[in-house]
C-alpha cells in the first residue's frame, strides 16, 4: 500500500538550532516527493520537490530535502530555524507511472515550534 | 501570480443540511484535486478531474459529488451533513504538462463546520 510516514509528530527547538524532519515513504514504482508548509491558520505551500536528478535538493526559506532511494527517505533539513519557521510540515509523495492521477498522499505531518 | 481560489473560505451548516464548496483554479491548470484535512489530521485525497472528467476517486463519502465545469472551476457539492464533516477542504491545480502534472498548487481552503 502506497504510505508516507513521518517519525517526529512534535518537535521544538530554540532559535539557530538545526532542524531535520523524517520522512519515509512506500510507494510501488518511481516518485516524486514533496514537502509542504502549513503555516497557523493558512494553506498549504510548497518548499521544495524532488522528481529526479540530484538526489539533495534545495527550497524556499533555506530548506533542503535529500532523497536517499536506498531508504526510501526523503528528510527534510535547514541548518539554523527562526521563530517564523513554526508551522506543521508535510511530506508527501505521488508516482510517476504516467496514470490518470497524480494524487498526493501525505504523511501525518510534523508540528514545529520554534522557540526565541 | 494568480493562485487557486475557493470559496467560500468559512462555511457553518446544520447536520443533515446540503453545502456546496467552489474552486478556481490557477489559469491554464486542467485539472483539479479535492482534499479534506480533519482536525489534527493530514489531508485526505477525495477525488480529481482532468478536462471535465473524473480522474481518480479517493475515500469520497457516496453523499458527496464533484463536477468541473468548462471554464475548469470545480464545485464539491455535500449532503446530509453529519459532524464528522467537519474538516477543512482544500483544492488544488495542476496543469498536465510534463513533469508540472506532479506539482499541485493548494488553494486558501475552505472550513466547513457541521453543528
Redesign the interface.
Known amino acids: 500500500a502506497q504510505s508516507v510516514s513521518q517519525h517526529n509528530h512534535h518537535v521544538i527547538l530554540s532559535e539557530a538550532a538545526s532542524l531535520e524532519l523524517g520522512c519515509n515513504y512506500s510507494y510501488g514504482g518511481t516518485v516524486n516527493l514533496f514537502w509542504y508548509v502549513q503555516y497557523p491558520g493558512q494553506h498549504l505551500q510548497l518548499l521544495l520537490k524532488y522528481f529526479s536528478g540530484d538526489p539533495l535538493v534545495k527550497g524556499i526559506k533555506g530548506f533542503e530535502a535529500e532523497f536517499i532511494k536506498s531508504k526510501f527517505s526523503f528528510n527534510l533539513r535547514k541548518p539554523s530555524v527562526q521563530w517564523s519557521d513554526t508551522a506543521e510540515y508535510f511530506c508527501a509523495v505521488n508516482g510517476r507511472d504516467g496514470g490518470a492521477t497524480n494524487k498526493l498522499i501525505f504523511g501525518t505531518g510534523t508540528l514545529l515550534a520554534v522557540q526565541p | 501570480a494568480a493562485g487557486v481560489i475557493q470559496s467560500p473560505r468559512h462555511l457553518i451548516k446544520e447536520k443533515r443540511e446540503t453545502a456546496t464548496l467552489k474552486c478556481y483554479p490557477i489559469p491554464r491548470h486542467d485539472?483539479v484535486?479535492w482534499?479534506q484535512q480533519g482536525p489534527g489530521?493530514?489531508?485526505?485525497?477525495l477525488i480529481?478531474f482532468?478536462e471535465k472528467m473524473q480522474?481518480?476517486k479517493?475515500s469520497i463519502p457516496d453523499r458527496f459529488s464533484a463536477q468541473q465545469f468548462s471554464d475548469y472551476h470545480s464545485e464539491l457539492n455535500m449532503s446530509s451533513l453529519e459532524l464528522g464533516d467537519s474538516a477543512l477542504y482544500?483544492c488544488?491545480s495542476?496543469i498536465r504538462q510534463g513533469?508540472s502534472?506532479?506539482?499541485?498548487?493548494?488553494?486558501?481552503?475552505t472550513r466547513l463546520t457541521v453543528t
Open positions: 485539472t484535486y482534499y489530521q493530514d489531508p485526505q485525497f480529481s482532468y480522474s481518480d479517493g482544500f488544488a495542476s513533469s502534472s506532479y506539482e499541485q498548487y493548494f488553494g486558501p481552503g
